[in-house]
């Protein structure tokens, strides 16, 4: 773990993307930042849809951001909600966050910082298709 990286300036930034949030359905703002491994912050925030179920969650916005402005590789991440509190990412995002991240990739949780492993373990990744040969 890295202990001097910069958290309070990390989730400020979450903080700040939350506030462009369109979630007018849930009413639940979200904003996510990372940084990249060349030293670069990338943000996203939920959008929502009146088709409720292709709402796209911060994480996808961070992701997108990630490769739109370079790529690389994620190396910290952290998500708040509209009240700037950590939460955690869903499911969906944590295997988002393991393809541009990894294992190493570390998560500001409200228990502290994790590393992407603890927070999905055994994940299905890469990997996993490139020990295939079926294909
Ligand atoms: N949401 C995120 O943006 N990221 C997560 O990891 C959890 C959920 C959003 C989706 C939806 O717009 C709202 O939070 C309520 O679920």
């Known amino acids: 773990m890295s202990d001097s990286f910069d958290w309070p300036a990390l989730t400020a930034q979450a903080v700040a993307v939350s506030r462009r949030a369109y979630a007018p359905y849930s009413r639940y703002p979200v904003g996510a930042?990372?940084?990249?491994?060349?030293?670069?912050?990338?943000?996203?925030c939920n959008v929502e849809n009146a088709a409720y179920g292709v709402v796209l969650c911060a994480e996808c916005g961070v992701v997108s951001s990630l490769h739109a402005t370079g790529g690389g590789r994620l190396t910290h991440v952290v998500c708040v909600n509209g009240a700037?509190?950590?939460?955690m990412p869903c499911g969906r995002c944590r295997q988002l966050l393991w393809e541009n991240g990894g294992a190493e990739l570390e998560v500001m949780t409200a228990a502290g910082v994790r590393r992407m492993?603890?927070?999905l373990p055994d994940a299905f990744g890469p990997e996993d298709l490139e020990s295939f040969d079926g294909r």
Do not use: H, N, W
């Open 117 to 119: 492993d603890e927070v």
């Open 33 to 44: 930042a990372a940084t990249a491994d060349d030293g670069r912050v990338v943000v996203g």
């Open 84 to 87: 700037g509190e950590v939460i």
